[in-house]
């Protein structure tokens, strides 16, 4: 797996902060963070991931949010789930990918049966290797900012 980054800047009306919901989706292995607090595979406040192991990541400039908390085993596993996310519209968002030892965990379970994200191409086949979508479902404005 390569490093990777991907960034975007949401203008979802008038300027102040907001509250997203987003889905996190994927196959990955996993790796613990720390200096934050944990809600599942969901790590705000990320300072720093286990060494060795990928890790995936929300960054706004004001916090870091790990996304694939957990763990590390030699296997995959399958996330999917849904949290709230704060932002300042506006500001840039980002998606790490960081590989921190140039390796990745090949896509398997325990049995080392290939996963399979279904409606994410290529489902219905699996994809060759890790990777994890963030999808923002909805926004509403948040305290006296929106």
Request: charged share 15%; glycine share 12%.
């Given at each position: 797996m390569a490093d990777a980054t991907d960034s975007f800047t949401p203008d979802v009306?008038?300027?102040?902060?907001?509250?997203?919901?987003?889905?996190?989706?994927?196959?990955t292995e996993l790796t613990l963070f720390t200096g934050g607090v944990a809600s599942g595979f969901w790590y705000e406040g990320a300072i720093d991931s286990q060494p060795g192991w990928n890790y995936f990541a929300l960054s706004n400039f004001?916090?870091?949010?790990?996304?694939?908390?957990g763990p590390s085993t030699v296997t995959t596993t399958a996330i999917d789930y849904?949290?709230?996310y704060d932002f300042t519209n506006g500001a840039l968002i980002s998606l790490f990918a960081d590989a921190q030892d140039a390796c990745q965990?090949?896509?398997?379970?325990?049995?080392?049966?290939?996963?399979?994200?279904p409606g994410i191409p290529p489902a219905p086949a699996a994809f060759n290797g890790q990777f994890i979508q963030?999808?923002?479902?909805?926004?509403e404005p948040i305290g006296s900012g929106g």
């Amino acid at each position: 797996m390569a490093d990777a980054t991907d960034s975007f800047t949401p203008d979802v009306g008038a300027p102040g902060d907001y509250r997203a919901v987003v889905r996190v989706r994927g196959v990955t292995e996993l790796t613990l963070f720390t200096g934050g607090v944990a809600s599942g595979f969901w790590y705000e406040g990320a300072i720093d991931s286990q060494p060795g192991w990928n890790y995936f990541a929300l960054s706004n400039f004001t916090m870091v949010t790990g996304l694939n908390h957990g763990p590390s085993t030699v296997t995959t596993t399958a996330i999917d789930y849904q949290q709230t996310y704060d932002f300042t519209n506006g500001a840039l968002i980002s998606l790490f990918a960081d590989a921190q030892d140039a390796c990745q965990v090949t896509n398997g379970d325990v049995d080392d049966v290939p996963i399979v994200i279904p409606g994410i191409p290529p489902a219905p086949a699996a994809f060759n290797g890790q990777f994890i979508q963030v999808d923002f479902l909805s926004f509403e404005p948040i305290g006296s900012g929106g």
